[in-house]
């Protein structure tokens, strides 16, 4: 299904493309993909703050009385709250907006300026959050954060997928998904020291997001912007000079001319949100902006990370062992990320999608069976039962670590072309932020009436999932990213679907 398709003068162009791995690529990249960072440290520390119990004493005190009611049980409702949850998801459904107007900063001004602006917006956010004294401050703080998120997230994925040579660039683009997990270990850590710190111990771990913030916006003013960016704009010699320093070599006429083409085919697109309709466009509107973002966050892993301490404690453990569990889990996302990196350009991204979707169904059905049999009547479970769900939530963590975690991210990314790239990567983002939006307002009430079943309900959509991958993704590893759009014509389903357009060319890659 995949393959190394080659199309016209531009395909040919990619056996010329030259470069090696330089310093000036390298503080590129560790500069862009602390982008993740910010995504990854607000995952981590809502998780932890939600239950805190001075947190819950000032702004939710009904929860609060519910969980000392409960203390040392096991309760699937102990903490269904919808403000609660409304608390973790308005950064989501704030960061769904913000994204189409990232998608104009990042086309217009470039990706460097997104994630600039991202970081002023977070850093906003997590002041506004530490210093909250009522519900509606802690909500203000979680929009700007939102804000934040979604110019991030639009614009890293694509930083790094358009500055990496295409031969790496599966690993390059999982420096975000590696921040993004390494910001969840560090907020889980800040959250186990600062549950201690009362009754302030709440407002450092929200506050503490100034800090990737800070390292983000200075490191953005010396960050260079993509050529490809570049040359969207008409800064042809800027782009040259660019993309010399970033392979390391004069010698790029190959790669530019194909990003100089590429172009060309943008600049003549007027409306790229309407021309993502067109048939030449479906597959990567339906895998990559609709299908895999969607179901990224329908695998249910968000909502493990964003309930993991709540989870642990509905479960029977004590506060500290709900924050250490966590620890746990958050160390499994970041070992999941390393794997993937150092796999998905030789193993390939189906291969990973589709082993992780075994690993996860089973470790659901465990969660799922461990909790029917012995959970929800209202007494402790015994260690070895939770240390059972532990080992299988892990496993869980660590499918999604190294699949739908990253390739999430990377996949939709590589699959657009340049003329429809900013506005697709708006459409991913937001979709995705919808989903993680809906889940985290809903989880704990699906939790709380659904009971074991709502793992259950979770495994059958990962099976969804995985044979969505195998019947409709093709392969692209090693492709060049202007390249790839020639799988579809080759893909035993998409091929009658693109050559509808069959008509119209792009520009480049018209034969010459």
């Known amino acids: 299904m995949a393959g190394g398709f080659i199309v016209g003068e531009a395909g040919k162009r990619a056996d010329f493309y030259e470069g090696r791995i330089t310093s000036y690529f390298i503080l590129a990249c560790i500069v862009g993909s602390l982008g993740g960072s910010l995504f990854g440290y607000d995952l981590g520390v809502s998780s932890g703050v939600t239950s805190m119990d001075d947190f819950l004493k000032d702004f939710f005190p009904a929860v609060y009385r519910r969980k000392q009611a409960h203390l040392k049980e ?55 959050n530490a210093a909250a004294v009522n519900i509606a401050m802690l909500i203000i703080g979680r929009i700007f954060l939102g804000i934040g998120i979604g110019f991030c997230n639009q614009a890293v994925p694509l930083y790094l997928s358009e500055i990496a040579p295409h031969k790496i660039r599966g690993a390059v683009n999982q420096l975000f998904q590696l921040t993004t997990c390494l910001g969840i270990l560090i ?49 042809l010699d800027k782009a040259r000079e660019i993309l010399e320093k970033v392979r390391g070599t004069t010698n790029v006429d190959a790669e530019f001319e194909d990003l100089k083409d590429a172009s060309e085919a943008a600049r003549a697109i007027k409306n790229p949100f309407q021309n993502l309709l067109k048939p030449r466009n479906r597959p990567q509107l339906i895998i990559g902006a609709l299908g895999i973002p969607a179901f990224q966050q329908l695998s249910g892993m968000n909502s493990i990370l964003f309930y993991a301490p709540v989870i642990f404690q509905s479960l029977g453990f004590g506060s500290g062992a709900a924050l250490y569990s966590s620890l746990i889990t958050s160390s499994m996302l970041v070992i999941g990320a390393v794997v993937s990196m150092a796999t998905v350009d030789r193993l390939g991204r189906r291969f990973l999608f589709i082993e992780a979707g075994i690993q996860m169904i089973c470790s659901m059905v465990v969660v799922a069976v461990t909790l029917a049999l012995k959970f929800g009547n209202g007494e402790e479970i015994s260690k070895g039962l939770a240390a059972l769900l532990v080992v299988a939530i892990c496993l869980f963590v660590l499918a999604y670590g190294w699949s739908w975690g990253p390739l999430g991210w990377l996949v939709p990314s590589e699959l657009f072309p340049l003329e429809t790239r900013s506005a697709g990567q708006s459409v991913v983002v937001c979709v995705n932020m919808f989903f ?11 939790l709380c009436h659904l009971r074991w079943g709502v793992f259950i309900l979770f495994a059958c959509l990962i099976v969804i999932m995985s044979l969505f991958i195998i019947l409709l993704l093709p392969e692209t590893k090693q492709l060049p990213i202007e390249e790839i759009y020639g799988l579809w014509e080759q893909h035993w389903f998409w091929k009658r679907i693109v050559s509808k357009d069959s008509g119209v060319d792009r520009g480049y890659l018209r034969a010459n």
């Not at 549950?195 to 771990?205: Q, T």
């Not at 993680?436 to 699906?446: D, E, N, P, S």
């Open 436 to 446: 993680t939006a809906a889940i985290a307002q809903c989880f704990l009430a699906a």
């Open 187 to 235: 907020a889980d850590l800040v959250n186990y020291f600062t549950a201690e710190l009362h009754p302030w111990g709440w407002r450092l771990s929200l506050g503490l997001a100034i800090v990737p913030a800070v390292l983000i916006f200075v490191g953005g003013i010396f960050l260079p912007e993509t050529p490809n960016s570049l040359v969207e704009q008409g800064r």
């Open 74 to 128: 096991t309760d699937y409702c102990k903490y269904d709250n919808q403000v609660l949850t409304l608390f973790t998801s308005s950064l989501y459904f704030a960061a769904l907006v913000s994204t189409f107007g990232a998608s104009i900063v990042t086309k217009n001004r470039g990706r460097r300026i997104s994630i600039m602006t991202g970081s002023v917006s977070f850093f906003l956010g997590g002041l506004i």
